[in-house]
């Protein structure tokens, strides 16, 4: 098995700046395996994708194909040595059509060809690989799975032999996902080999038959999926064994903190995004939201933080109507609001760490004294919330927010928000991304708004994280409700299913 | 494949000191580029530098012009700075200027009474009038989404037509000259033989720009928003008032600028108020980055090169030429800000040899 591996990368060591990002790591990939490269986040798993694709370079190390020794300078001579990647952030060009997509930069796209030809070389293609893609609909009318589908047949037509995914489940539904795996097993079958970046323990067992673990940077162990268990190799990923959770408090009360009741609101492409939604989340209650994103998710946060006009229906907190109200007064009614995307909605990039822990407490004392900011006060509110976030590498409290890890910013923001969240506390996919101890930290700090009586509303894509926290779950299907779900006795099956649509309601309105 | 030698990494962060370091070299590159052209279009580079060292330098009166010129020049960089925080290009700083020195001069050739009062009224009425210029631009931005880089360009040149008009027709002097009103009878108070107290005004603007930017809620609010709208909105922030407030405070350091044109060196209305201050504050501020001290010092420097440029004409150099250095200055900077992103670094093994 192991003389003809597709790719066999030896003593690869990467650092950027001060920062040893990969050291020394060693990794085979045979021919009809999926190898599972699992590890927490800055673990190097991506890092060591990307200098596989070419896209960096390594500082040392060698990559071995069939071809004899590569060290690709880029992109494009790792894919002509047979190595492709599938980014967790699809590169696609949402205006053009499947099949504009997938000839685009490629080397057999015949020099003179109109859109049906296109298409109908997209659709062979497709029938080759067994991966379904609507030729002629533009990517942004694409569900998440499809655009997927998309970018792996963009890399399989390629020539690519080994295929790397990184992070391929994030956004999938449960079915999608079952349809990824059929699509990955087959292609292994047919004797390539596929790299799958993950985090997350069960998928990995499911998926594949190899396991490399990393750990700062280094190759920790590699295991057949076979001979481990999850808690070996959750322990593998960090190096511990995992914190119990947090306990879980008394039952929610009786009053509502949020009630909204028929909204409906259209999103920025002026689509229908929210069609009459009702609901409430009382005190001390977690209330989860799942569906897969693009179904209104953020919309309803918006709305329920002022961030978006209601068009029909009202919001109101403690009883009080705030439905398009500004988000100065819904923060000031206690609600605080960690976004799915931290760098566009909720940290200004280039400003210091300190100006942005203090955005939510700046006007009032005691960092404010007559219209100006009272910088000692500042400095230490910065530190106590640092320290009380855990965030690391954010010594100098001056340097720009954008220097600290993605998991550090969300900690920051997280408990930012969580501190002024009195009320209600609106978090979307706020672990997406972390390592286990921090995502285990801001679970906590979300079951301990709950146990103080303020509500939280939990918007995510992670059905094992709403189950685990939630009181109960609603699923959220093109903009409707479509089922409520307690979530002690929670079907999964059928979750899964609300979340593809299977489940309409009756009366519910039909996709636009 | 594996050259030896250096390669070139890109920085997370340029310090603050290399990006100055590397605009000063690429300044005096810019100036010894300048040099070697006019050296060899046959004139004597090294006699006219120490020509224009000594017209800036030489006597207090050169000192006197280049100071006078500094003033507009460091007024419309701290206008054009206060909109960059906020990422904003108020490209008009002409226009603004221009209209605040209509209104000051309304004020001052049509109301009547003691000087004192007259001067503070013509200092609001200017301030005014290049804030209200700014409104137009700010309210398109913030509520129509339309490019404050054009509109406040294109104003430049309705606000000029406007003080053509007035100073050519409505309000012209009765014939003692054609392109100006008559005199305005009001004057800010000298400092000495040359300069008035204007020339003060740019360091107490600055100032205040300091502390409100640096230390006060409205600066904080205004760095946030510059840097992430959204994430100023989502925090409860203001952000298209926010816009149309910074545009106006902008365009009222221009008006003021205006003002103090039309009350101190020129005495009259007339279309050379703004002198294409806008450009050379642009140049200043985009050079300064993002300090205010470094705005002071620029300017000086830049207006010390103007008043070069326009007593070497005397010597038979174009003032042209001076515009052409501000280009080079600017371009030689801009990419020396690019190359300090950067750091070249010994090119290591990055595989054996096959």
Known sequence: ?512 | MSRPGFRLQRRTTAARHQAAAVKVVGALAALLLAGIVLQLSGRPTLDLASAALDYNLGDWFGIEETLLLAAPIVLGALAVYLCFRIRLWNIGIDGQMSMGAVASAAVGLHVDGPEALMLAAMVVAGALGGALWALIPGVLRAYFQINEIITTLLLNLVALQIVVYLSVTAWADGGVSLRSTSPIPYEVPMLSAGLDVGVLVPLLVAGVLALVLGRSRWGYETTIIGANARAGEAAGMSVRRRIVLVMMASGAIAGLSGMLQVAGRLHVLSEDVAANTGLYGFIVAALAGASIVAIIVVGVLIAMLLHSGISLATDGVSTDVVVAVYGLILLLASLGEVAARYRLIPRRRSRPAE
């Open chain 1, 1 to 512: 098995m192991s003389d003809a591996a597709l790719l066999a990368a030896e003593g690869i060591s990467k650092s950027f700046d001060q920062t040893l990002a990969l050291d020394g790591v060693d990794l085979k990939l045979d021919p009809g395996e999926v190898h599972a490269l699992l590890g927490e986040n800055g673990a190097g798993k991506t890092t060591l994708a990307n200098v596989l694709a070419g896209i960096y370079r390594p500082d040392a190390g060698v990559i071995r194909t069939p071809g004899g020794v590569v060290s690709a300078q880029s992109p494009r001579e790792a894919i002509a040595a047979g190595v492709g990647m599938v980014h967790q952030h699809f590169r696609l060009a949402e205006a053009l059509t499947g099949a504009e997509n997938l000839h685009l930069g490629w080397s057999d796209t015949p020099r003179f060809a109109g859109p049906r030809l296109l298409a109908e070389r997209t659709d062979r293609i497709c029938e080759e690989y067994g991966l379904k893609v609507d030729a002629r609909l533009p990517v942004w009318q694409m569900s998440v799975g499809e655009r997927q589908r998309l970018e792996i047949l963009r890399v399989l037509v390629r020539g690519a032999r080994v295929l790397m995914l990184d992070e391929p489940t994030a956004v999938l539904t449960p079915t999608e996902v079952d349809g990824l795996f059929d699509a990955l097993r087959k292609l292994a079958a047919a004797g390539r080999s596929v790299l799958f970046v993950s985090h997350k323990l069960n998928e990995v067992l499911e998926i594949s038959d190899r396991i490399t673990v990393l750990r700062g940077g280094r190759v920790e162990a590699t295991r057949s999926a076979a001979s481990t268990t999850a808690a070996e190799l959750a322990r593998l990923m960090t190096g511990h064994e995992t914190p119990p959770g947090a306990p879980r408090g008394a039952r929610p009360g009786d009053a509502a903190v949020l009630e909204v009741e028929g909204v409906s609101v259209r999103g920025s492409h002026g689509r229908r995004a929210l069609a009459g939604v009702s609901f409430a989340v009382q005190e001390g209650e977690i209330l989860g939201i799942a569906g897969v994103s693009g179904n209104g998710q953020t919309e309803l946060a918006e709305v329920v933080t002022g961030l978006r006009t209601p068009e029909e229906g009202s919001v109101s907190v403690d009883g009080e109507q705030l439905g398009g109200a500004s988000p100065r007064r819904f923060a000031a009614a206690g609600v605080g609001y960690i976004p799915a995307d931290r760098m566009a909605t909720a940290l200004a990039g280039s400003c210091s760490v300190l100006e942005n822990a203090i955005v939510r407490d700046y006007d009032r004392p005691p960092l404010a004294r007559y219209g100006m900011i009272d910088r000692g006060a500042a400095r230490r509110f910065t530190a106590e919330l640092v320290a009380e976030a855990g965030v690391r590498g954010a010594d100098d409290i001056g340097a720009p927010v954008s220097i600290l890890s993605g998991g550090n910013q969300q900690k920051l923001v997280a408990h930012r928000e969580a501190r002024m969240a009195r009320r209600l506390l609106v978090a979307c996919l706020p672990t997406r991304g972390l390592d286990v101890a921090a995502a285990h930290a801001i679970r906590n700090k979300l079951l301990e708004r709950r146990g103080a009586g303020a509500g939280v509303l939990l918007i995510s894509e992670d059905l094992d994280e709403l189950l685990e926290l939630s009181d109960r779950v609603l699923v959220l299907y093109e903009g409707a409700i479509a089922g409520e779900f307690s979530a002690g006795g929670a079907d999964r099956d059928r979750i899964g299913i609300a979340m593809g649509g299977g489940l309409r309601p009756a009366g519910a309105p039909a996709a636009a």
